[in-house]
C-alpha cells in the first residue's frame, strides 16, 4: 500500500491508485477537465498539474498519469504548478466564447469553476477566435461546438467505453471538432451520458433547454423505474414540473452513467393528461365523497356475492408500500390477494429467480463488469435492462467471454458468440450444457483469454457484432470448456420469453459452477422495476388471466386495480374490455391516464415516485427508495398554457388531488373495517411490512436512499404447487409449418412509462417482425417488405426483419405501441403470414 504525502496531508492508497484519485481520496480536489474515473487518464488538457517534491518524480507532472508510489511528496498548491494551470485556463479561454449568461451549463459548468479560481479575467490574445459550424445530433442533445476545450471525455465515452462510431474527433490540432460525420441522431442509446460529462457547454440537454439553472430546481436523489436494475438518478424539477434527470454515482448498480430511456423517459410525470382529482364516472368528485362511494358499493357487493367476489390487481411498477398496503387491505377485509402478474408463466418465472437468489450467488452489475465469462441466457440486454450491455461491454474490454445463448438476434455494443436456442428448446440445452461441464477437464486445451492489454489495443467493434454459430451440438463443448476455464462467470437469465423451468436450470448451473471451486453468480432481469417485490408481495396471487376467466364466470363481480395497465400487455384486448364492462365496481387508482381510468366508476389520482418516497427491490434484490423531489400538482406550464403566472396568491395548489396510493388503500380499508383509529403513518406502515416480509428498512430522518442492502429471501416466497408450461404459450403463424411468434420488448417503443415521453416517442424506429432468412422463404416473404399478419381478431401490417442469427422456426414481434399486437390472436390461436 503506498503511502504519500500531499499537501501536507498523510495518505495510503490501494496500488495502482492515480495521484489525483489519491488526492481525492483525501478531500483535495485538483482541478481536471479530461480526466473521469470510468474513463480513466488521458493527459489532454494539462489542467491536473501538480509538484512533485520528493520522491521517484520530481517536477511539474500530471497528476492523472502518475501512480501513487511510496514517498511521493506532491503539492498542488506550489507556485509553479499553480502559475501553469493558470497559463493553462488562458489558452483554454483565448477560444471560448462569452456566452455564459444563455450557456445551459451555466452554474454548473467546470471551465466556468476553474477560470473564476484561476482568477483570469481578461483575454490577452487579439487575434480572432477559432469558431465551428454546430451540428444536429437528435432530439436529445444540444450541440455547441465553438465552447469546446478539447478534453476528449464525449469521444473516450461514445467509442471507447461504448463503443460506437457515429460520434468521434475530426480534424487536427486546433481544428479538431467532436461531433457526427453529418448531421443526424445519434445512434448510442446511451449518449446521453455526453451531457454529464461534457465539463463545459458543447453538449447540454436539448430537452431541458433554457428551463432554468441549477439554483432554481428542487433537485433530490432518485431511482430510474423503467427496468429492474433500478439505477440511481437525480431529478431536477420546477414549478411542479420535471425538468431533467441526471445520473447519480451507484458504483454496484450504474456506475456513473444511465441509458437513454431513463433519462429523458419521465413524460409520464408531467402527462397533460394525468389524473388529477378523483372521479365518480362520468363527473369528477371530491376525495371524500369518492372514498365513500367505493366503500358503500364494495361492502354491498361483499355483502351479496361474498368477499371472495372482489378482486386485487397491481403490478411491478408500483412501489413496496403499495404492494403490500393493498395485500393488507386484501387480507383484512378476506377478498382475494393481489394479482401482480400477466400470466401463471411470468409469476413463476419471477418467483423462481426470486427464491433461488441467495446472497452467496446474487451479483450486481459491478460484478458483471469483473467476470471473465458471462453467459446471457434468454436475455436481450439492451432492450430489457440497457445498463447490463454497458457492463458486458467492459467486461469484454478486460478480457472477459460474452456468450449468449438467445433465440433472436441480439444486438451488444462488444464481440459475443451467439448461439441461437428456440425458447422451448434452452431447458434440454442447458442441462446438456451442465452434462458437458461435468466431462469437460479442469484444464482445457481452449484459447486464453485475452489479457486487458490485448482488449484495449484491439480497439472497439465498428458496430455491435457477434459470431453466429448456429450448430449447438457443436458449440456447448466449447461453451462448458470455457465456463470451466473461468474463474469469475456469471450467469444472465431473462424472465421475458421463458417460464421458471428455464430460471432454475440458470440457477442449477450456478450452483454446479459454484460447486467446481468457481466464484459464480447468477443475475436475473424482471419485467419491471419492483417485480421482485411483487414476488415478495404475492407470489400465490392469480395471474391477470386467471382473474379475468374468474370476472367472465361471474366469481368477480369487483375489482379494484393499484397502479397497474393491464389492457398494455394483456394479448386479447377485446377479450379485456367486455370482460370490464361485467363488473359491478371497478376501482382504478393510477398516476398515468391508462385505458382503465376509461372505463372505472371510481377512480383515485395516485402520486409518482418524483412526489413521495418509495421504495422498490431491483432485480438482485437491493432494496432502494427514492425521495420526494417536488410537490404533487399541475405544472404551471399546463395551469397558465405557457402565459405568465397568475398574479395573486392561492390557499391551494392547482392539481393537488393526488395522494400516496398506499395511503388511499389504507383510508379505504380503515373506512370498510369502520375503525376510528388513526391511520398508521409512513414509518408505522413499514413497521407492517416488516412483520409481514422481513424486510427491515432504516427509517432515520437522514436515510431517504439505501443502497447496498441486500434481502435474504429463501424463507419468504414459495413456488406454486403446480408449474406452468416452459414457454409462454406461442402464436402459431402457419399452420403447415413450426413457425412460432412470440411478443418482445425493445429499447423505444415497448416500455410503459417511456412511452408517455413525447422525446422518445418521435424517435421510435418503426417496429419490425423478425424471423430467419429460411423461415422467411419457406413462407414466401422477402427482407424489408411488408407483411401481413391475418388471424380471427385483427389484420396487422408490419415490415419484415430477416436476420440469420434468429433461430428456425421462431418470429418477434414488438410489443410497441404503434401496433395492434395484443390483437394478432390469442394465445391458442392460428395466424397467417402475407406478402403485401
Given at each position: 500500500?503506498?503511502?504519500?504525502?500531499?499537501?501536507?496531508?498523510?495518505i495510503?492508497?490501494?496500488?495502482?491508485?492515480?495521484?489525483?484519485?489519491?488526492?481525492?481520496?483525501?478531500?483535495?480536489?485538483i482541478?481536471?477537465?479530461?480526466?473521469?474515473?470510468?474513463?480513466?487518464?488521458?493527459?489532454?488538457?494539462?489542467?491536473?498539474?501538480?509538484?512533485?517534491l520528493?520522491g521517484?518524480?520530481?517536477?511539474?507532472?500530471?497528476?492523472?498519469?502518475?501512480?501513487a508510489?511510496?514517498g511521493?511528496?506532491v503539492?498542488?498548491?506550489?507556485?509553479?504548478a499553480?502559475?501553469?494551470?493558470?497559463?493553462?485556463?488562458?489558452l483554454?479561454?483565448?477560444?471560448?466564447?462569452?456566452?455564459c449568461?444563455?450557456?445551459?451549463?451555466?452554474?454548473?459548468?467546470?471551465?466556468?469553476?476553474?477560470?473564476v479560481?484561476?482568477?483570469?479575467?481578461?483575454?490577452?490574445?487579439?487575434?480572432?477566435?477559432?469558431?465551428?459550424?454546430?451540428?444536429?445530433l437528435?432530439?436529445?442533445?444540444?450541440?455547441e461546438?465553438?465552447?469546446?476545450?478539447h478534453?476528449?471525455?464525449?469521444?473516450?465515452?461514445?467509442?471507447?467505453?461504448?463503443?460506437?462510431?457515429?460520434?468521434?474527433a475530426?480534424?487536427?490540432?486546433?481544428?479538431?471538432?467532436?461531433?457526427?460525420?453529418?448531421?443526424?441522431?445519434?445512434?448510442?442509446?446511451?449518449?446521453?451520458?455526453?451531457?454529464?460529462?461534457?465539463?463545459?457547454?458543447v453538449?447540454?440537454?436539448?430537452p431541458?433547454?433554457?428551463?432554468?439553472?441549477?439554483?432554481d430546481?428542487?433537485?433530490?436523489?432518485?431511482?430510474?423505474?423503467?427496468?429492474?436494475?433500478?439505477?440511481?438518478?437525480?431529478?431536477?424539477?420546477?414549478?411542479?414540473?420535471?425538468?431533467?434527470?441526471?445520473?447519480?454515482?451507484?458504483?454496484?448498480?450504474?456506475?456513473?452513467?444511465?441509458?437513454?430511456?431513463?433519462r429523458?423517459g419521465f413524460?409520464?410525470a408531467?402527462?397533460?393528461?394525468?389524473?388529477h382529482?378523483?372521479?365518480i364516472?362520468?363527473?369528477?368528485?371530491?376525495?371524500?365523497?369518492?372514498?365513500q362511494?367505493a366503500?358503500?358499493?364494495?361492502t354491498?357487493?361483499?355483502?351479496?356475492?361474498?368477499?371472495?367476489?372482489?378482486?386485487?390487481?397491481?403490478?411491478?411498477?408500483?412501489g413496496?408500500?403499495?404492494?403490500?398496503?393493498?395485500?393488507?387491505?386484501?387480507?383484512?377485509?378476506?377478498w382475494r390477494s393481489?394479482?401482480?402478474?400477466?400470466?401463471?408463466?411470468?409469476?413463476?418465472?419471477?418467483v423462481?429467480?426470486?427464491?433461488?437468489?441467495?446472497?452467496?450467488?446474487a451479483?450486481?452489475?459491478?460484478?458483471?463488469e469483473?467476470?471473465?465469462?458471462?453467459?446471457?441466457?434468454?436475455?436481450?440486454p439492451?432492450?430489457?435492462?440497457?445498463m447490463?450491455?454497458?457492463?458486458?461491454?467492459?467486461?469484454?474490454?478486460?478480457?472477459a467471454?460474452?456468450?449468449?445463448?438467445?433465440?433472436?438476434?441480439?444486438?451488444?455494443?462488444?464481440?459475443?458468440?451467439?448461439?441461437?436456442?428456440?425458447?422451448?428448446?434452452?431447458?434440454?440445452?442447458?442441462?446438456?450444457?451442465?452434462?458437458?461441464?461435468?466431462?469437460?477437464?479442469?484444464?482445457?486445451q481452449?484459447?486464453?483469454?485475452?489479457?486487458?492489454?490485448?482488449?484495449?489495443?484491439?480497439?472497439?467493434?465498428?458496430s455491435?457484432?457477434?459470431?453466429?454459430?448456429?450448430?449447438t451440438?457443436?458449440?456447448?463443448?466449447?461453451l462448458?470448456?470455457?465456463?470451466?476455464?473461468?474463474?469469475?462467470?456469471?450467469?444472465?437469465c431473462?424472465?421475458?420469453?421463458v417460464?421458471?423451468?428455464?430460471?432454475?436450470?440458470?440457477?442449477d448451473?450456478?450452483?454446479?459452477?459454484?460447486?467446481?471451486?468457481?466464484?459464480?453468480?447468477?443475475?436475473?432481469?424482471?419485467?419491471?422495476?419492483?417485480a421482485?417485490?411483487?414476488?415478495?408481495?404475492?407470489?400465490?396471487?392469480?395471474s391477470?388471466s386467471?382473474?379475468?376467466?374468474?370476472?367472465?364466470s361471474?366469481?368477480?363481480?369487483?375489482?379494484?386495480i393499484?397502479?397497474?395497465?393491464?389492457?398494455r400487455?394483456f394479448p386479447?384486448?377485446?377479450?379485456?374490455?367486455?370482460?370490464?364492462?361485467?363488473?359491478?365496481l371497478?376501482?382504478?387508482?393510477?398516476?398515468?391516464p391508462?385505458?382503465?381510468?376509461?372505463v372505472?366508476?371510481i377512480?383515485?389520482?395516485t402520486?409518482?415516485h418524483?412526489e413521495?418516497?418509495?421504495?422498490?427491490?431491483?432485480?438482485e434484490g437491493?432494496?432502494?427508495q427514492?425521495?420526494?423531489?417536488?410537490?404533487?400538482?399541475?405544472?404551471?406550464?399546463?395551469?397558465?398554457a405557457?402565459?405568465?403566472?397568475?398574479?395573486?396568491?392561492?390557499?391551494?395548489v392547482p392539481?393537488?388531488?393526488?395522494?400516496p396510493?398506499?395511503q388511499?388503500l389504507?383510508?379505504?380499508?380503515?373506512?370498510?373495517?369502520?375503525?376510528?383509529?388513526?391511520?398508521?403513518?409512513?414509518?408505522?406502515?413499514w413497521?407492517?411490512?416488516?412483520?409481514?416480509?422481513g424486510?427491515?428498512?432504516d427509517?432515520?430522518?437522514d436515510?431517504?436512499?439505501l443502497?447496498g442492502?441486500?434481502?435474504?429471501?429463501?424463507?419468504?416466497?414459495?413456488?406454486?404447487?403446480?408449474?406452468?408450461?416452459?414457454?409462454?404459450?406461442?402464436?402459431?403463424?402457419?399452420?403447415?409449418m413450426?413457425l412460432?411468434?412470440?411478443?418482445v420488448?425493445?429499447?423505444?417503443?415497448?416500455?410503459e412509462l417511456?412511452?408517455?415521453a413525447?422525446?422518445?416517442?418521435?424517435?421510435?424506429?418503426m417496429?419490425?417482425?423478425?424471423?430467419?432468412p429460411?423461415?422467411?422463404?419457406?413462407?414466401?416473404?422477402?427482407?424489408?417488405g411488408?407483411?401481413?399478419?391475418?388471424?380471427?381478431?385483427?389484420?396487422?401490417?408490419?415490415r419484415l426483419?430477416t436476420?440469420a442469427?434468429?433461430a428456425?422456426?421462431?418470429?418477434?414481434?414488438?410489443?410497441?405501441?404503434?401496433l395492434?399486437?395484443r390483437?394478432?390472436?390469442?394465445?391458442?390461436s392460428?395466424?397467417?403470414?402475407?406478402?403485401?
Open positions: 500500500m503506498p503511502k504519500l504525502i500531499i499537501d501536507g496531508r498523510h495510503e492508497v490501494a496500488p495502482g491508485v492515480k495521484v489525483i484519485a489519491a488526492a481525492e481520496q483525501a478531500g483535495i480536489m482541478p481536471r477537465f479530461c480526466y473521469h474515473p470510468a474513463l480513466g487518464s488521458a493527459g489532454a488538457c494539462r489542467m491536473c498539474a501538480v509538484k512533485f520528493e521517484p518524480v520530481h517536477g511539474l507532472q500530471m497528476s492523472c498519469m502518475m501512480e508510489k511510496d511521493m511528496v503539492s498542488t498548491t506550489d507556485d509553479e499553480v502559475d501553469f494551470r493558470r497559463f493553462v485556463i488562458e483554454l479561454m483565448r477560444n471560448h466564447p462569452h456566452d449568461p444563455v450557456c445551459d451549463e451555466g452554474g454548473h459548468c467546470l471551465l466556468q469553476d476553474e477560470t479560481s484561476s482568477g483570469h479575467v481578461m483575454r490577452r490574445h487579439i487575434g480572432k477566435k477559432r469558431t465551428h459550424r454546430d451540428q444536429y437528435g432530439e436529445l442533445i444540444q450541440h461546438m465553438n465552447r469546446c476545450i478534453c476528449y471525455r464525449c469521444r473516450r465515452f461514445y467509442q471507447d467505453f461504448c463503443g460506437y462510431h457515429d460520434f468521434g475530426m480534424g487536427s490540432a486546433n481544428r479538431t471538432c467532436f461531433g457526427r460525420y453529418a448531421d443526424g441522431p445519434l445512434e448510442n442509446p446511451f449518449s446521453g451520458n455526453l451531457i454529464d460529462i461534457c465539463p463545459t457547454g453538449l447540454t440537454d436539448k431541458a433547454r433554457f428551463k432554468g439553472r441549477r439554483w430546481f428542487e433537485r433530490a436523489p432518485s431511482l430510474c423505474i423503467h427496468c429492474s436494475l433500478g439505477c440511481a438518478t437525480i431529478v431536477s424539477a420546477r414549478y411542479r414540473e420535471l425538468v431533467r434527470v441526471e445520473a447519480r454515482h451507484n458504483p454496484a448498480v450504474n456506475g456513473h452513467f444511465i441509458c437513454d430511456r431513463g429523458f413524460g409520464f408531467n402527462h397533460s393528461n394525468r389524473p382529482h378523483a372521479r364516472a362520468p363527473a369528477a368528485a371530491t376525495y371524500a365523497d369518492a372514498l362511494a366503500v358503500n358499493q364494495l354491498e357487493i361483499s355483502r351479496t356475492f361474498g368477499s371472495q367476489a372482489i378482486g386485487t390487481v397491481s403490478s411491478s411498477r408500483a413496496m408500500e403499495t404492494l403490500m398496503a393493498l395485500k393488507i387491505l386484501a387480507s383484512a377485509q378476506q393481489p394479482s401482480c402478474f400477466q400470466d401463471a408463466r411470468q409469476r413463476n418465472a419471477v423462481s429467480a426470486v427464491i433461488r437468489l441467495s446472497p452467496d450467488t451479483v450486481c452489475l459491478h460484478d458483471v469483473c467476470s471473465d465469462h458471462i453467459l446471457v441466457i434468454a436475455a436481450d439492451i432492450a430489457e435492462a440497457p447490463l450491455a454497458l457492463a458486458l461491454r467492459q467486461a469484454w474490454r478486460d478480457g467471454r460474452v456468450t449468449v445463448l438467445d433465440p433472436r438476434p441480439v444486438s451488444l455494443p462488444c464481440e459475443y458468440t451467439h448461439i441461437p436456442v428456440a425458447p422451448k428448446q434452452l431447458s434440454a440445452v442447458l442441462q446438456k450444457l451442465m452434462n458437458a461441464l461435468l466431462s469437460s477437464p479442469d484444464t482445457p481452449f484459447p486464453p483469454l485475452r489479457t486487458s492489454d490485448d482488449a484495449h489495443n484491439a480497439g472497439t467493434v465498428s455491435p457484432s457477434c459470431d453466429p454459430k448456429p450448430d451440438a457443436l458449440q456447448l463443448p466449447l462448458a470448456a470455457s465456463l470451466q476455464s473461468s474463474q469469475r462467470p456469471v450467469i444472465v431473462g424472465t421475458n420469453i417460464s421458471g423451468t428455464v430460471v432454475n436450470a440458470a440457477a448451473l450456478v450452483m454446479q459452477l459454484r460447486a467446481s471451486r468457481k466464484n459464480a453468480g447468477i443475475f436475473n432481469i424482471l419485467p419491471g422495476a419492483n421482485f417485490g411483487a414476488a415478495i408481495a404475492s407470489p400465490d396471487g392469480a391477470f386467471e382473474i379475468l376467466t374468474a370476472i367472465e361471474g366469481e368477480i363481480q369487483a375489482l379494484l393499484a397502479e397497474s395497465n393491464p389492457v400487455w386479447d384486448r377485446a377479450r379485456i374490455r367486455n370482460a370490464f364492462k361485467k363488473l359491478k371497478l376501482v382504478a387508482l393510477d398516476y398515468l391508462t385505458p382503465v381510468l376509461d372505472a366508476h377512480i383515485f389520482p402520486q409518482t418524483f413521495t418516497p418509495a421504495v422498490f427491490i431491483n432485480q437491493r432494496m432502494q427514492t425521495s420526494m423531489v417536488h410537490c404533487n400538482g399541475m405544472p404551471l406550464s399546463q395551469q397558465t405557457g402565459k405568465h403566472p397568475p398574479r395573486e396568491f392561492r390557499h391551494d392539481g393537488a388531488g393526488a395522494k396510493a398506499w388511499v389504507l383510508e379505504l380499508n380503515a373506512a370498510l373495517s369502520a375503525v376510528n383509529t388513526p391511520l398508521p403513518s409512513y414509518s408505522e406502515l413497521e407492517q411490512i416488516e412483520q409481514e416480509t424486510i427491515a428498512i427509517r432515520r430522518p436515510s431517504d436512499i443502497e442492502r441486500r434481502l435474504r429471501l429463501e424463507t419468504q416466497v414459495h413456488l406454486p404447487e403446480t408449474p406452468p408450461p416452459d414457454t409462454p404459450p406461442p402464436i402459431n403463424l402457419q399452420e403447415d413450426s412460432e411468434l412470440y411478443p420488448e425493445s429499447f423505444c417503443g415497448t416500455e417511456s412511452a408517455y413525447p422525446i422518445l416517442c418521435r424517435m421510435e424506429p417496429p419490425e417482425l423478425i424471423m430467419h429460411s423461415d422467411a422463404a419457406g413462407c414466401g416473404l422477402t427482407d424489408g411488408m407483411v401481413t399478419i391475418q388471424s380471427d381478431a385483427v389484420t396487422l401490417d408490419v426483419k436476420a442469427g434468429t428456425t422456426g421462431t418470429a418477434f414481434l414488438p410489443r410497441h405501441r404503434q395492434v399486437w390483437q394478432a390472436g390469442s394465445t391458442d392460428r395466424a397467417s403470414l402475407l406478402q403485401k
